[in-house]
C-alpha cells in the first residue's frame, strides 16, 4: 500500500544534565487510565462503530484481555484492535451468535508497512485508498480520542509516583515513551503539574518504543547500563530488552506498591551503579500477563463468518 502520511517529528530529546536516563511509559505506568480509558472510550466505540451490540459482553470481555490482562497490554491500539477482532471470531459465545465480525485485513496490511501506526498514516491511508475498512477505522480512532479528552480529571496518577520521580530526577534525565497521542499525553502531565518532571515526552508519533528509547540515549550519550525503562506492559520488557538496558515493571493491580518499592528498594541501587533489576522482578510480573485468553483451550474452535 503506497501511503505517504506527514509524519510528525519522531522522539523525546534529551539535553543530559545527568548520566543516568530513565525511559517511563504514561498510561497504566504513571497514570491510573488504562481501565477508564479501555471501559469508558475504546470498547463502547468499537462496539457502536461495528455494530456488535448483540456481543456486547464478549466484545467488552476479548477486549479488556488484549488491552489489560494479557502480555498485549499497553500495545498500539490499531494492532490491539485486529488482535482483538482475531480473538473475538474465536470466543465461543461470539461464535454461537452468529455476528459479523470484520477481518481489517487492509489495516492489517498497513500496520505491515508502517509497524508504528497513528492516527495520521490510518488517516492519510483512509483517505488515499477509499477503503470502507480504513474509513471506519479512522473514524473509531477520532471517537476515542474526543471520549478521552472529557475524561479531564478522572485520569490521576497513582499514589507514589510524584515522589518516585522527584527521588529519580535527582539523579537522573526522564523522558516519557508511549504509544499513547502526544497530544494526549502533555495534556495529561501538564494537568497533574508533572510535566517538569520530564524533559521529553514521546507518543505514538514518535515511532515504537524501541525506537524512543534508542533516540533518547543516542541524543544524550547514554550508556545502556545506565538506562532504566519502567513500564507496566510486556512490550516496555521487549523495547527494553531490544536496547539492552534494564527494566523495572510497575506490576498491574499493584501499582502503588510497584512504585513505593521501586523509590526505595530499587533506584538507590541503580544510581550507584548496580545492576541486575530486572533479574528478580520480571518473571512475577510475566505470570500476571497471560498469552492465551481464558476461553480458549488446546482445542480447536470455529470462526465466526468474516467476509
Keep these: 500500500m503506497n501511503v505517504n502520511p506527514q509524519r510528525v517529528p519522531s522522539s523525546p530529546k534529551t539535553v543530559p544534565a545527568h548520566d543516568l536516563l530513565v525511559c517511563v511509559d504514561s498510561d497504566g505506568c504513571v497514570f491510573d487510565s488504562m481501565d477508564p480509558k479501555q471501559r469508558r472510550c475504546f470498547h463502547p466505540q468499537i462496539i457502536s462503530q461495528w455494530g456488535l451490540e448483540r456481543i456486547a459482553a464478549c466484545v467488552r470481555e476479548t477486549a479488556c484481555f488484549v488491552n489489560l490482562y494479557s502480555r498485549y497490554r499497553g500495545g498500539n491500539r490499531f494492532s490491539s ?4 477482532f482475531d480473538l473475538l471470531r474465536r470466543h465461543p459465545q461470539a461464535v454461537a451468535s452468529g455476528a459479523f465480525i470484520p477481518r481489517l485485513d487492509t489495516l492489517r496490511k498497513l500496520i505491515e508497512e508502517f509497524p508504528a501506526m497513528d ?11 477509499g477503503d470502507p475498512d480504513l474509513a471506519a477505522v479512522r473514524d473509531w480512532s477520532r471517537r476515542v480520542n474526543r471520549c478521552i479528552e472529557l475524561l479531564g480529571d478522572d485520569i ?3 499514589p507514589g509516583v510524584r515522589e518516585a520521580l522527584g527521588a529519580m530526577g535527582e539523579r537522573a534525565d526522564l523522558v516519557v515513551v508511549s504509544q499513547t497521542p502526544a497530544d494526549a499525553l502533555a495534556r495529561e ?12 515526552i514521546g507518543g505514538q508519533e514518535a515511532g515504537t518504543k524501541t525506537r524512543q528509547i534508542e533516540a533518547a540515549m543516542r541524543a544524550g550519550g547514554f550508556e545502556p547500563a545506565r538506562v532504566l525503562v519502567i513500564g507496566d506492559a510486556v ?7 531490544a536496547t539492552g538496558v534494564e527494566f523495572f515493571p510497575i506490576v498491574p493491580g ?8 521501586l523509590r526505595d528498594e530499587v533506584w538507590p541501587p541503580f544510581a550507584a551503579g548496580q545492576g541486575g533489576v530486572e533479574r528478580s522482578l520480571v518473571g ?4 500476571r500477563l497471560p498469552e492465551r485468553p ?3 483451550s488446546g482445542s480447536a474452535r470455529g470462526e465466526v463468518g468474516a467476509g
Design 119 to 129: 492516527q495520521s498514516v490510518v488517516e492519510t491511508a483512509a483517505r488515499a485508498t
Design 189 to 200: 502531565w501538564r494537568r497533574h503539574g508533572l510535566e517538569g518532571c520530564v524533559s521529553g
Design 156 to 158: 490521576k496518577p497513582f
Design 254 to 261: 499493584d501499582e502503588a506498591a510497584s512504585w513505593r518499592r
Design 235 to 241: 512490550g516496555d520488557l521487549d523495547a527494553a530488552r
Design 81 to 84: 484492535l485486529v488482535l482483538t
Design 294 to 296: 481464558p476461553w480458549e
Design 284 to 287: 512475577d510480573f510475566l505470570t
